[in-house]
DNA sequence: GCAATAGTGTCTTTGAGACAGTATTGA
DNA sequence: TCAATACTGTCTCAAAGACACTATTGC
């Protein structure tokens, strides 16, 4: 039995490697629009156009893709706890001029409250875009935008993921219009309620209520111990 | 206005990279079990131990990530038209004692009828294994592993995933029988005929059958123009 | 005819949407 | 009292499951 030079043992020494990055696709909801983070190049390729946020793994500074994730989301926001996942992967010999690299896009979701911006030498070039209203992007990065768009819509059916748009606190009148931004249509109060409530993923703040010049509403927070899926995949 | 120094742009060339490969979890069905496709290692680390097929990506020889995996399944399996897609990154310092790594996880399903392994010289170290008694796995692949098993089972309920597990033309009690078995639970027969025919992903091979001793069954095949979606999504 | 499996029809239950109703505040 | 918005109850409709029924073959 010969188990000699299984092909994912050359040498790794020998193998030419790809650059490898992280890109970030962060939302958010400012004056009743989606918007999403953009930086704009300083240094070409593409100088001057505007890129999602991202930068390089470093090995020897981030422990994994994640922290990567987390390194690069924290030095361009002042987030502390924002909604993250791994969107997916982009990698090809055409997307940077430079030579072949490999991005892992993730997608991150924060409310407007904690929108500060990181202080530093270059915040004059972080800025939120309308996502109907968007620049141009470098490099493959509308590819990207939209495949984050199309996770972010796909999942608003059966998640609580818009609540991560919202402060801790929000109503269910707050929610229900994220909803119906993010899906372009009405839904009904009635129905929306029921299955927010059915879900059980979301807790009354006790005793706060918001107030305005009619009745008040009560606040509600996601629930800690949530996972969040609504429907039958609870 | 400085636009210097964007920390995406340290120069690549001083930044150490990670190395990046790309793993496979192949899955079929033969003996009525849902199996997964190995390798035996062949040299350290993990020598001996059973591992998900993959290879490093090579930038002079890879056109994309998704050519990448196509060819590692190629030299495994000689299996032409697989489904296939993307299903998470892993990456991290830990995972691989040889030094930071970073890989692209695949999930393919193919027809047991197209079984035929690669023939080659380390033919004899690539294995079927049912999932459920399958060996313990190198590197952090067995969590690659569980999460292509979330990805089948989550996507069952509202995909046609499960028929690229079957040969081009089956029977819908064929199909039936393969959501069961990922499923784990009996489905009943005028519902699941119901919602693969509102789904309109499947279409009647003409004047084709299967022969039994009983009344004979017509023979579907996956319509070409199909997105694999059910239900709302359509 | 009989066993076996393919395929269909019908009833019930469940959940979502439509929509109208009631409740509670500030002014 | 009124405007405004929060919140609830009820009706309708459609999809999904339970289950019994019919259909077609080999033997």
Chains 1, 2 share one sequence.
């Not at 992280?22 to 958010?28: A, N, R, S």
């Not at 909801?29 to 793994?57: C, S």
């Not at 998640?159 to 009904?188: C, G, M, N």
């Not at 209520?209 to 509600?220: E, G």
Request: with cysteine.
């Amino acid at each position: 039995m010969t188990k000699a030079s299984a092909s994912q043992d050359i040498s790794p020494a020998q193998c030419p490697r790809p650059f490898v990055t992280v890109d970030l696709v962060i939302f958010t909801l400012r004056e009743g629009q989606l918007q999403v983070l953009l930086m704009q190049r300083a240094v070409p390729p593409f100088e001057g156009m505007w890129a999602l946020p991202g930068g390089y793994v470093r090995p020897d500074e981030d422990e994994s893709l994640d922290g990567a994730a987390a390194r690069i989301l924290g030095s361009k926001t002042a987030v502390a706890t924002p909604y993250i996942e791994q969107l997916q992967g982009f990698g090809n010999a055409r997307r940077d001029p430079r030579g072949w690299t490999a991005t892992f896009a993730y997608f991150a979701l924060i409310a407007s409250e904690q929108l500060a911006l990181q202080s530093g030498a270059n915040a004059e070039d972080v800025a939120w875009h309308p996502v109907e209203t968007r620049p141009v992007l470098a490099f493959d990065h509308d590819l990207i935008l939209r495949t984050g768009l199309e996770r972010l819509r796909g999942k608003v059916e059966y998640t609580i993921l818009p609540a991560h748009l919202l402060p801790a606190k929000f109503t269910l009148p707050d929610l229900q219009s994220v909803y119906e931004q993010i899906l372009d249509r009405r839904l009904d109060k009635s129905a929306f309620r029921k299955k927010m409530a059915d879900a059980g993923l979301l807790e009354p703040v006790p005793g706060e209520m918001r107030h305005a010049s009619n009745r008040p509403s009560q606040l509600y927070r996601i629930r800690s111990d949530a996972t969040p899926f609504l429907g039958r995949t609870i």
